[in-house]
């Protein structure tokens, strides 16, 4: 016979299931909310360098770098130049 268990303690113990004349230790999971999947995106250098960033630019933070939008080129800053990048 299985015994029943606390709703709080239930998570961290086993609970016995009978199969045939055995019983086997099965552990009991939690149940869990589902993890909600993002998008992340890279950014990749290119050969390209400008030496000053065209006008109307505009500064961005995509995964923790800084870039710069120009319209639909990406920019990042490269020692005293700035290098175009594909975000992808």
């Known amino acids: 016979m299985a015994k029943a268990c606390l ?4 998570a ?19 149940v869990g909310r589902p993890v909600a999947r993002v998008a992340r995106r890279t950014i990749v250098l290119t050969s390209v360098y400008v030496a000053t960033l065209p ?3 505009v500064t961005e ?5 800084v870039v710069h ?3 639909t080129t990406y ?4 020692g005293s130049q700035y290098v175009e990048v594909a975000v992808k």
């Open 12 to 30: 961290t113990m086993a609970v016995l299931v009978p199969i045939g004349n055995e019983a086997f230790a099965r552990p009991v999971r939690a």
């Open 7 to 10: 709703i709080a303690l239930c």
């Open 61 to 65: 933070n995509i995964e923790g770098a």
């Open 69 to 71: 939008r120009c319209g």
């Open 55 to 57: 006008k109307g630019c």
């Open 75 to 78: 920019y990042q800053k490269h």
